[in-house]
């Protein structure tokens, strides 16, 4: 199993450049295989929809909370590390025009020599979706069309360019570079707790990391993508998984338990403090009990 890391998002560190540099470099030195950012857009105050993780149906976030934008975020520590994974957790798809998205991924995939993985979902806030310009009615489809852009600007489309007339976008002759630097573009991962997350994840993703689900959601979550993803001519076994946990406090027999039920990728998150010796000691502790080796790429 590869191990991701969060950091401590409610802090506000992460809009600090120098304690992220030394965070980003620290989780690196340590082998976590990726350093996974956040976003929210806009935080609109008293908003009256459910958080769906928390029972009170409120985020944990203060409204004033500092969160950087994930994509700029990710291109700034691109600068300050060489081997870990960047990556999103999520990043709000409807969020975004799909076009320009395609163009800001690709950029910091190119200049991280490849290192991008993007999670993505449909956002659960309704306030910060109209703040947007996007419909929350419509989030779902916006998200299956800006994956299926992403995907047609990417590949090679040769002399012509590409096309792609969908209900949201259309282009025809378009020619976006730089490309990734896989030939199958940056990897698509669906970020979610419901059945239609984890159905998209068959039917689209790369990978699948469902949040906040017991284990007995969770196999009905895995079952639903596995359905999806056959039905869709796709083998559900090349389909990544990762599952959220607590860096303090996971266990021996948690990982072996997660390792049973076939996730690839555990994501902690730090405790939360932006203490950076303490953090730093918590990572190293973290990284000797499960034996992380620091990545290494070609």
């Known amino acids: 199993m590869e191990f991701g890391i969060i950091p401590p998002v409610r802090t506000g560190a992460t809009a600090d450049p120098e304690w992220m540099t030394a965070f980003a470099r620290h989780a690196e030195a340590c082998g976590f295989e990726s350093l996974v950012a956040v976003e929210h857009a806009v935080v609109i105050s008293g908003y009256e929809s459910r958080y769906p993780y928390a029972s009170s149906g409120r985020m944990p976030l203060p409204d004033d909370c500092r969160i950087p934008d994930p994509l700029d975020l990710l291109a700034f520590l691109a600068a300050v590390t060489e081997r870990i994974t960047l990556a999103t957790g999520v990043l709000v798809v409807p969020n975004h025009q799909a076009v320009v998205l395609a163009k800001r991924i690709a950029t910091v995939d190119v200049l991280s020599r490849g290192r991008v993985r993007m999670c993505l979902g449909v956002g659960w806030m309704d306030e ?171």
Request: a negative charge.
């Open 128 to 298: 910060e979706l109209r703040a947007t310009g996007a419909d929350p009615r419509s989030r779902g489809r916006r998200t299956d069309e800006t994956i299926e852009v992403l995907r047609t600007l990417w590949a090679d489309s040769g002399p012509e360019g590409a096309r792609f007339d969908g209900e949201f976008v259309t282009f025809h002759h378009a020619h976006s570079f730089p490309k990734p630097v896989r030939p199958g573009g940056v990897p698509l991962h669906i970020g979610g707790h419901s059945e239609a997350a984890a159905r998209r994840a068959g039917r689209l993703g790369d990978g699948f990391q469902p949040l906040g689900l017991t284990h007995d959601e969770l196999r009905l979550r895995l079952s639903q993508m596995q359905e999806a993803a056959e039905a869709a001519g796709r083998d559900p076994g090349r389909i990544e998984l990762a599952v959220s946990g607590y860096l303090p406090t996971t266990t021996d027999e948690e990982v072996a338990g997660l390792e049973r039920v076939g996730v690839d990728r555990l994501l902690v998150s730090t405790s939360m403090s932006d203490d950076l010796d303490a953090l730093a000691a918590e990572m190293t502790t973290f990284a000797e009990r499960f034996g992380l080796t620091a990545p290494v790429r070609g």
